[in-house]
C-alpha cells in the first residue's frame, strides 16, 4: 500500500522555506504539506495525471507517513483519515474509501500540485500570511459557482423571471444531463424569441448564477427553444475515460478514419469526431480549465484506434506527455527542446512533400486513395501542447506549421495545437485559417475565446472540462470532458 506522500529536494526545500521564512513558526512539514493540499483543492481540474504521477523514495527529498498528514492509525480523537478520504472522494468523484492505493495516490497529488502551485504564487521575500489571506483563503468561491436551488423550485422560477422579462413561454420538458439541465420551452410569439435572448443576462442574474450563464440554442420543433441552466458542481456526474472507452468500439465509430472521443454532449451521450475530418484542431483554455485531460482524451482515441496513427508529441515543458514515452506508436521521441521541435516540423514538411509525390505517381488524390492503391502510408498525428511557449522561444516553428496546415491534410498528417494563452501573436492569422476546427475550454476573457472560436462564450463556461467545440463547418456545440487516469494511459499504451 501507498501509505506515505514521497516529495523531491526541491519540494522539501519550499515545505522549509514556508515554515521558516512564511509561517516563522516550530511547525512540522506536514502542517505546511497541508496548505498544499488546501491550495490544490482550489483548482477545479484534478492534478495531471503525468505531472503529478506516482513517486518513489527521492535522493535527498523527504517522506510523509499517512499517520503524520492525516493521523491514521492514531485513535479516533486524531485519527481524521476518513475526512480526508471523503474531501478527496466527493472532489474526485469517486469512492476512495475502498482503495487505499488509490487514496494515498490522490492525495500525494495534491500536496505535490499544491506546493508547485504555492511556489510560483509566493515571493520568498513577501509576507506568507499576505498570501494566505488574499491568494489563499480569500474568495474560495468560484466565480461560475450556480446556485442550490431545489429540483422543483427551478422551473416555476424560470417560468416567473421570463414573465417578468416580459416573455410568453411555458416549460414544456425538462432534462437533466451530466452539468447542466436543459428545459425545452414553448414560446407564445415570434418577438419572446428575441426578448428571450436579449433577457439572458437578466435571466441568469435573477436566478443567482452570475457568470455561470444561461443560454438559449433553438430547437427543431415549431416555437421550440433549449433553455440550459447550469447546476451546483456538487451534483455533477463525472464521466471517466472508462465509462467512454466501450463507445469506441461501436460499428458507426469504427467507421471513421479518426475517431477521437472528448468526453459527453450536455446530455450525456459520448461526443465523438473524425479527426480526418478536421483536419487540423487548435485547443485553448486556461489552467484548470480542462486542457490536459482533453489532450489526454485525444491521444487515447487514437491509440484505441485499430489502425492507430503514428504520433509525434512536441512538450516543450516536458510534463504533459511524459508518460508516452514508452508508447510504440510514437514517430520519434517526445520532443522537449525548441530547437529540437523545428527541426521535427521540418522533417515532417519534408514528409508530406514525399507523400504528396507518391500519390501523384499513383494517381491518387488523397492519403485514401493511395492506400487503397497499395501504398504503405499511415495518418500522423502532431500533437503541440504549449503551441504558445514554443512560438515565443522559436519563431521559425511558425513557417513549416504553416505549411503543414495548409497543405498537409491530403497526405495524412493532422495537427493539434493547444495552449493556455489564446493570443493573436502565438495563433497568427496564417495558421489560424487554415486550422478551422476548434476547442474552446474556459478562458478568461472573450477576446480569448474570439481568438479560438471567433466569437465570445468561453469566458462564461465552467472550468474542469466544461468546452464550446466549432467542427469544421458546423455551429458551435457544448460538451463536457471526461476524466483521464495515469491507469487509462497505462492500459491504453499497453494494448495499442
Known amino acids: 500500500m501507498v501509505d506515505r506522500i514521497q516529495l523531491s529536494k526541491a519540494e522539501k526545500e519550499l515545505l522549509r522555506q514556508i515554515t521558516d521564512a512564511g509561517l516563522r513558526a516550530r511547525v512540522d512539514q506536514w502542517t505546511a504539506a497541508r496548505l498544499g493540499l488546501a491550495r490544490s483543492l482550489q483548482n477545479l481540474e484534478p492534478p495531471s495525471p503525468t505531472a503529478f504521477k506516482r513517486q518513489s523514495s527521492q535522493p535527498q527529498g523527504s517522506t510523509i507517513h499517512s499517520n503524520q498528514m492525516t493521523g491514521e ?98 416549460i414544456l420538458e425538462t432534462v437533466d444531463g451530466p452539468r447542466l439541465t436543459r428545459f425545452t420551452l414553448v414560446l407564445h410569439e415570434l418577438d419572446d424569441l428575441d426578448r428571450l435572448r436579449r433577457g439572458v443576462p437578466k435571466l441568469s442574474f435573477a436566478l443567482g448564477f452570475g457568470e455561470a450563464t444561461v443560454s438559449v440554442a433553438l430547437a427543431t420543433a415549431e416555437r421550440q427553444v433549449y433553455l440550459i441552466v447550469p447546476r451546483p458542481p456538487a451534483s455533477w456526474r463525472i464521466t471517466t475515460w472508462a465509462d467512454l472507452r466501450p463507445m469506441l468500439s461501436e460499428p458507426e465509430i469504427r467507421a471513421m478514419s479518426l475517431p477521437i472521443c472528448l468526453g459527453t454532449d450536455i446530455l450525456g451521450k459520448a461526443f465523438v469526431i473524425d479527426l480526418a475530418d478536421a483536419p487540423h484542431l487548435f485547443v485553448g483554455g486556461t489552467t484548470g480549465s480542462g486542457k490536459s485531460m482533453c489532450l489526454h482524451s485525444i491521444l487515447l482515441s487514437l491509440l484505441e484506434n485499430a489502425n492507430a496513427p503514428q504520433l509525434v508529441l512536441i512538450d516543450p515543458k516536458a510534463v504533459e506527455f511524459s508518460a508516452y514515452v514508452s508508447s510504440k506508436r510514437l514517430r520519434g521521441p517526445v520532443t522537449t527542446s525548441s530547437d529540437d521541435a523545428l527541426a521535427v516540423l521540418n522533417g515532417l514538411v519534408e514528409e508530406m512533400d514525399r507523400r504528396q509525390e507518391g500519390m501523384r505517381r499513383l494517381d491518387a488524390r488523397n492519403l485514401m486513395e493511395a492506400r487503397a492503391n497499395g501504398a504503405d502510408m499511415p495518418h500522423i498525428v502532431v500533437v503541440i501542447d504549449e503551441l504558445a511557449d514554443l512560438i515565443l522561444t522559436r519563431r521559425a516553428v511558425e513557417t513549416p506549421l504553416v505549411r503543414l496546415a495548409q497543405k498537409a491534410r491530403s497526405a495524412g498528417i493532422h495537427l493539434v495545437l493547444a495552449t493556455q494563452r489564446p493570443e493573436a501573436a502565438t495563433f497568427p492569422g496564417l495558421l489560424r485559417s487554415s486550422t478551422p476546427s476548434r476547442i474552446a475550454l474556459t478562458v478568461q476573457k472573450q477576446s480569448e475565446s474570439r481568438i479560438i472560436l471567433d466569437e465570445g462564450g468561453a469566458e462564461s463556461l465552467l472550468m474542469r472540462g466544461d468546452m464550446l467545440v466549432r467542427f469544421a463547418g458546423r455551429s458551435t456545440v457544448r460538451a463536457h470532458g471526461c476524466r483521464v487516469d495515469q491507469a487509462d494511459i497505462i492500459s491504453a499504451i499497453r494494448s495499442s
Open 73 to 170: 492509525g492514531k485513535g479516533e480523537a486524531e485519527d481524521f483519515t476518513d475526512l480526508y478520504r471523503a474531501l478527496l472522494s466527493v472532489y474526485e468523484g469517486r469512492n476512495l474509501f475502498d482503495d487505499d492505493d488509490a487514496f494515498h495516490d490522490a492525495l500525494q497529488q495534491h500536496v505535490r500540485r499544491g506546493i508547485d502551485a504555492i511556489s510560483k504564487e509566493w515571493a520568498t521575500d513577501s509576507d506568507f500570511h499576505h498570501y494566505l489571506a488574499n491568494q489563499l483563503f480569500a474568495g474560495v468561491a468560484s466565480r461560475f459557482e450556480a446556485p442550490d436551488i431545489a429540483d422543483d423550485e427551478i422551473g416555476p422560477r424560470i417560468e416567473r423571471v421570463l414573465g417578468q422579462l416580459g416573455v410568453g413561454a411555458k
